[in-house]
């Protein structure tokens, strides 16, 4: 009897085994049949665009009779290489109709430059399209310039960029579309943060954070007009209805003229800005400064601009706008 029942149990327990074994086997196979069917599908959808619809590559064109495109707004100073790569990169994205470049130089643009420029406009503005190109030229130098009003503007929509960052034009498309979707907010791709200095006992201060905080909290309440859209109706403001005083600021300290404006938009809409996921084409010699340094004056614009308004008007947001073609889970 002993010996039975060890002998059944034995057996019963290899039974058992052999059923956890192919129990196992068989979820490692599926889990490697739902790997190849993965790799797969991530294979095709990087190989071919249109696969599922995915890939980052295929930006169905604007309906140009119903919609507007926009303006390009590029600051550039005595950089005539970079201003002339920027040109020619941007005027090959289907949604640019209007290129107004900022100049505050002492001299008028060269006739040879004007010349390739307008060269390049013609040869990249393809099917009947039509971009103008215009030199706002500035008599004094000053950051206030790169928000200058633009009188008769033919775009709802401003793209406001500097000369040293090129991004893609899948990238340029996609922040226009989501500004059409938020025509009040500023949209773009370098979002910085206010932090409260609690050290102060009487009032707040602000400490202005740099790329380094956004990236660890998640969180920002500027989107900086090194590249960004917003509307052609806050130049208006910026040039017409600022504090004059906050304006001699900016112009001044040679600094903050982007601060200023997300100061200018948050408190007429009392809402955040929108960060939108983009890619970086290029970038000149100059633009990775922009990640550190210069935080203290960046602190000092801030607070300033706080006893200006009476208020603090950013708001932070962890909101990142992305493209769901290049996305895999919901
Ligand atoms: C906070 O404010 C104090 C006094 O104004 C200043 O010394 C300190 O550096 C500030 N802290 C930060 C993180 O900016
Ligand atoms: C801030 O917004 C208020 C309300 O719209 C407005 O009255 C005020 O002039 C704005 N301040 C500045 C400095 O633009």
Redesign the pocket.
Known sequence: MVTRTSLMSRRTAQKFRQTAISAASSFKIKLLLLCCFIFTLTFLATRTPSFLGCGQRSVPALDRTSRKGYTLLINTWKRYDLLKQSISHYTSCPGLDSIHIVWSEPDPPSDSLVKYLNQVVKSNAKNGRYIELTFDINKEDSLNNRFKEIKNPITDAVFSIDDDIIFHCSSVEFAFSVWQSAPDSMVGFVPRIHLINQSKENGNSYTYGGWWPVWWTGTYSMILSKASFFHTKYLRMYTN???VSLLEYVKRNRNCEDIAMAF?VA??TNAPPIWAKGKINEIGSTGISSLGGHSNKRTECVNRFVS??GRMPLVPTNVKAVDSRGTWFW
């Open positions: 209805e600022m504090p200018m408190n007429a200006e308004f």
